[in-house]
């Protein structure tokens, strides 16, 4: 990972990553879900365990007319109900003096000149470093304004008077809608920010088991020399949810759908960790050049045709999961009765490399599955059809790597083992490692991690504008045929609480294969 | 596993040679617990009477740190050579479901036998596991190579050490010995660990970081039992900072900056409070401290300069062995920067007399 210049000599050595760099954190839509539920929280829990910098200043900027009183106790009483690590009130108050709201409207040009002026401010108090990340955690629709008045208020340059001071943005989810409004809000960001002072934020890339892909891969000599077509049959992506439209998503996600919610960023991500090749380096460039290759190189399904016979779409009808009644995805709060919104995608997704020429990489993702849990499965091609492959019934089953994002972190392997007694007989066993019962510390929340990655200047798990140019370039084909043709490409319906509809079984089936249960 | 729940300390004794039949036993008459080990955790100790709070030590460190657990108590003075051994297992719930239990296996070896300790440690032994190896008190002639050359990690307390010098001249020899492969791992370093990130902490901090060439003074006080820890926080300060030592006299060291000013360290013992409950580094109108109360589990944090001040809080270390066991247990990695410091540490322990 790329190393930021800094002259603290107690900083070496202590941790070994970049290092993060005080500053003042603005966050966008500081009154929301976002902020309250994880952005704070991962702030506390680094500065639980001492790593958050010292003067780190936190201003939550919206439009309601709080105090900071007002916003520190609200903060105060979610962080005491979500943080991983407790609520200590001696460190939550160190923190919490060192947060302030700032009323704004977004499109408000003079609330971001007296932002300016507050954070000139703090600078001062601080010290004379200006450093500032801003984090738009706003609806997205704000985006633009939000970007073009930080830049009306000299905002996202660095400041001229401040030698080695930055300016950095984070962008949440979603970016964009389309290829196109992705390239807009790239062209928004970059007339703003600089590429790399522009951290697009995708949540999956911090968790724990994804940064953990990388190590499996390259630091150990047993899995790279069989990550290839020679050795895996195929691989499969399921990000399974049990909830559905609760707490009023409805909304958001009937105008986005799997496809775009889920699909775009975190598996396309997750997919592109699992078939990259290996990087030269590991700079955030050197990585990201290497991912973004593998989104490059995905077959385009451009054509009614291509994508009926790759992409299964479906929607839940009432049914009931761990024995509650459910309603179907129509009569969810907040999505219209007539939807034709995908609460269910499956695809079967080709990348045209050397490496992984004829290889499948099966990906899913729904709504009211039967249970939670994102997961990679790598299933390796079955021993040769003599010995025991060649008896009656052949082996069990095939090696699988199952690679657990969440929950319940960790690795296992499926192999053949051979039953006691006097007869062979085989049988699948499982070798399994959990992080939760292996590592005698919890794993830190994925916005942790990320949070102290964009104070450190290192953007590896950040998305970079030509990946998610990229994956909208592979969505968008999918969408135009559905939208093209909705008489050949129906919805398929599945009951609420079963593993999705009979079609999406049937994309594999008709290559011999089944998804994994998880 | 009910059998084995109800024994509080060491568990069910039993003959040495029937260990493995007897631990197997156990196993097959449980089917809901699951026998987990990441590591072979070794504790010796040459104090008969600590074999039971080990245990309970133990006990606490299975809840994150599933393994097979080896507690070994030599009683040297014994006139006759005997063995004593029990077998327990530790259960902790996992996730509110699953029984994770981590075998353990406790001797009592009376009197003197060649060889014994050592051909103890690896009768018992999961193979391929790593063999972290915690030892207690003063490294005695029973630390030997035959035996430090197997083990993955060691562990000690130099604050246990009557003689530290003769402890780390014997620690060095086993590191070299090793070719450096065993990693080492001093409870004394490790209860600086949130210092060290305070101080780093500190100094992110812009006017700190402007002060810093002027450093003129740092003050450590800390309870004279933890004068090793003391002196290694010391010895990072130095190492880090790139300072020399000039000269030393008794509790204060005079040191050379790296710009060639003078800083004068003074080293203050305290009766009772934290083991190390306060840093100050000063330098024209700026001064940094970090405190720590007695019990208190959080570290004070300040800066004074000029017209700017802060003041926040942070973790403290554990006070307990366990607790610090479990921090470094938690960490691994190879302690790269303890190594990097003994050079200046070794300098301040011998120039400190």
């Given at each position: ?25 603005v966050i966008f839509g500081a009154t929301g879900d976002l902020t309250h539920r994880k952005l704070i929280p991962a702030l506390y829990n680094l500065a639980i365990d001492g790593e958050l910098p010292a ?255 790759n992409v299964v779409r479906g929607q839940y009808i009432a049914g009931n999961i761990n024995g509650k009644e459910v309603p179907g995805y129509r009569d969810e709060d907040r999505v219209k009765p007539d ?180 | ?76 003075h014994a006139a006759d050579v005997k063995v004593e051994s029990w077998i327990t297992a530790h259960c902790h719930l996992a996730h509110g479901k699953k029984s994770i239990c981590s075998e353990q296996v ?248």
């Amino acid at each position: 990972m790329g190393k930021t210049v800094v002259n603290n000599p107690f900083r070496e050595d202590l941790v070994s990553r970049n290092l993060a760099e005080a500053c003042s954190v603005v966050i966008f839509g500081a009154t929301g879900d976002l902020t309250h539920r994880k952005l704070i929280p991962a702030l506390y829990n680094l500065a639980i365990d001492g790593e958050l910098p010292a003067g780190v200043k936190i201003l939550g900027f919206a439009r309601r007319d709080w105090s900071d009183k007002f916003f520190c106790e609200g903060l105060k009483k979610l962080n005491r109900q979500v943080s991983r690590t407790g609520h200590d009130e001696e460190i939550w108050k160190s923190l919490a003096a060192n947060i302030e709201y700032h009323k704004s409207e977004f499109q408000d040009k003079d609330g971001y000149k007296r932002l300016s002026d507050r954070l000139d401010e703090i600078d001062r108090e601080r010290g004379g470093k200006g450093n500032r990340l801003f984090y738009i955690a706003s609806a997205p629709e704000y985006f633009d304004d939000i970007l073009l008045n930080l830049k009306a208020a000299g905002l996202s340059q660095q400041r001229l008077d401040c030698d080695g001071c930055w300016s950095r943005v984070i962008v949440e989810k979603p970016f964009g809608t389309t290829l196109e409004t992705a390239q807009h809000l790239n062209e928004v960001v970059n007339g703003t920010f600089e590429e790399k002072d522009t951290y697009r934020i995708d949540h999956y890339l911090g968790k724990e088991t994804a940064q953990n892909i990388m190590v499996l891969r390259f630091a150990n000599a047993i899995f790279e020399p069989m990550w290839n077509k020679e050795y895996i049959d195929h691989i499969q992506i399921t990000c399974a949810e049990h909830l559905g439209m609760e707490g009023g998503r409805g909304g958001y996600y009937d105008e986005a759908g799997a496809l775009r919610d889920m699909v775009q960023n975190h598996l396309l991500q997750l997919l592109s960790l699992v078939a990259m090749e290996p990087p030269t380096d590991l700079t955030a460039d050197g990585v990201r050049d290497e991912k973004v290759k593998v989104i490059r190189s995905l077959r385009q399904w451009d054509t009614p045709e291509l994508v009926a016979e790759n992409v299964v779409r479906g929607q839940y009808i009432a049914g009931n999961i761990n024995g509650k009644e459910v309603p179907g995805y129509r009569d969810e709060d907040r999505v219209k009765p007539d939807s034709e919104t995908e609460a269910y995608v499956a695809l079967r997704c080709m990348v045209d490399t050397w490496r992984w020429s004829g290889v499948p990489f099966y990906v899913r993702v729904g709504k009211r599955l039967p249970k939670k849990g994102t997961e990679i499965s790598v299933h390796f091609k079955e021993t040769p059809s003599v010995l025991f492959n060649a008896m009656p019934g052949g082996v069990p089953t095939g090696n699988v790597l199952v690679i657990r994002i969440q929950p319940d972190e960790g690795i296992s392997l499926m192999m053949n083992s051979k039953l006691p007694g006097t007869t062979l007989r085989m049988e699948p066993v499982k070798m399994d490692f959990h992080y939760a019962s292996s590592f005698g510390k919890s794993s830190p929340e994925a916005y942790e991690r990320l949070l102290l990655d964009a104070m450190a200047g290192d953007a590896t798990l950040f998305a970079r504008r030509d990946e998610v140019e990229e994956a909208w370039r592979f969505i968008d084909k999918i969408h135009k045929a559905w939208a093209n043709s909705s008489e050949e490409l129906p919805i398929s319906k599945f009951a609420a609480g079963s593993w999705g509809p009979r079609e999406a079984d049937e994309l594999l089936a008709k290559d011999g294969r089944n998804w994994r249960r998880l | 596993m009910t059998q084995l729940n109800s024994s509080a300390y060491l568990g069910i004794p039993v003959e040495v040679g029937a260990i493995d039949g007897e631990l197997k036993k156990l196993w097959e008459a449980d089917e809901a617990s699951t026998n987990a080990s990441l590591m072979n955790f070794l504790v010796y100790t040459e104090d008969p009477s600590r074999l039971q709070k080990n245990s309970q030590t133990i006990q606490e460190l299975t809840r994150e740190n599933a393994c097979r657990a080896v507690l070994i108590a030599m009683n040297r003075h014994a006139a006759d050579v005997k063995v004593e051994s029990w077998i327990t297992a530790h259960c902790h719930l996992a996730h509110g479901k699953k029984s994770i239990c981590s075998e353990q296996v406790s001797f009592l070896l009376h009197g003197r036998s060649l060889g014994r300790l050592r051909n103890t440690v690896f009768a018992h032994l999961n193979s391929d596991l790593p063999l972290v190896f915690w030892w207690q008190g003063e490294f005695s002639e029973l630390f030997e190579e035959r035996l430090y050359r197997l083990l993955d990690r060691l562990i000690f307390d130099s604050s246990d050490w009557a003689d530290p010098k003769a402890g780390f001249r014997r620690l060095l020899m086993a590191r070299s010995d090793t070719k450096g492969r065993m990693v080492t791992q001093d409870l004394s370093w490790t209860r600086s660990y949130f210092y060290r990130l305070a101080v780093a902490r500190l100094f992110d901090d812009p006017m700190a970081d402007k002060a810093f060439p002027e450093i003129e003074g740092v003050r450590v006080m800390a309870q004279s039992k933890h004068r090793i820890a003391a002196l290694l926080l010391l010895a990072w300060i130095i190492t880090r900072s790139g300072w020399s030592i000039q000269s030393q006299e008794s509790d204060r060291v005079i040191l050379e900056s790296r710009e060639g000013g003078e800083v004068i360290v003074e080293l203050i013992w305290i009766d009772g409070g934290a083991p190390i409950s306060g840093l100050e580094i000063s330098a024209p109108n700026f001064k940094a401290r970090v405190s720590r109360e007695a019990g208190n589990p959080h570290l004070c944090q300040s800066i004074c300069a000029e017209n700017h001040s802060i003041d926040f809080s942070g973790p403290a270390d554990f006070d307990d062995s366990a607790g610090l066991v479990a921090s470094q247990l938690s960490r691994g990695g190879k302690n790269s920067l303890f190594l990097n410091v003994l050079p200046q540490f070794v300098k301040l322990l011998e120039g400190g007399d």
